[in-house]
Nanobody
Framework: EVQLVESGGGLVQAGGSLRLSCAAS????????IGWFRQAPGEEREGVSC????????YYADSVKGRFTISKDNAKNTVYLQMNSLKPEDTAVYYC???????????????WGKGTLVTVSS
């Protein structure tokens, strides 16, 4: 059974940091690109960052560039999202998703986790 399990969300003050984890099982993790997406209340799900299968190529949305860092540990079947200098507008449910192809759109990802809530207070 394919599983993606996010963890690390929580409540943090503006300017603070969180590290999200995405633990994967049930598929060949090293063959898959992983993306982080987020969905704020009343908004569409949007792409935040993605990393290729080997972990050496990344992409960031402009809204998080310079503040978030994605990394992939194929030995641990885990992807991380280090989030620094958090802003209230970063408040959302954060999801990780997997695809054999790099940085696919929301509707083209193969597997999804159930999400973890990040709340940034002002």
């Amino acid at each position: 059974e394919v599983q993606l399990v996010e963890s690390g969300g929580g409540l943090v003050q503006a300017g603070g940091s969180l590290r999200l984890s995405c633990a994967a099982s049930g598929f060949i993790f090293e063959d898959y690109s992983i993306g982080w997406f987020r969905q704020a209340p009343g908004e569409e799900r949007e792409g935040v960052s993605c990393i290729n299968s080997s972990g050496d190529y990344t992409y960031y949305a402009d809204s998080v560039k310079g503040r978030f860092t994605i990394s992939k540990d194929n030995a641990k079947n885990t992807v991380y999202l280090q989030m620094n200098s958090l802003k209230p507008e970063d408040t959302a449910v954060y999801y990780c998703a997997a695809s054999p192809f790099f940085c696919r759109a929301v509707d083209r990802m193969d597997y999804w986790g159930k999400g973890t809530l990040v709340t940034v207070s002002s």
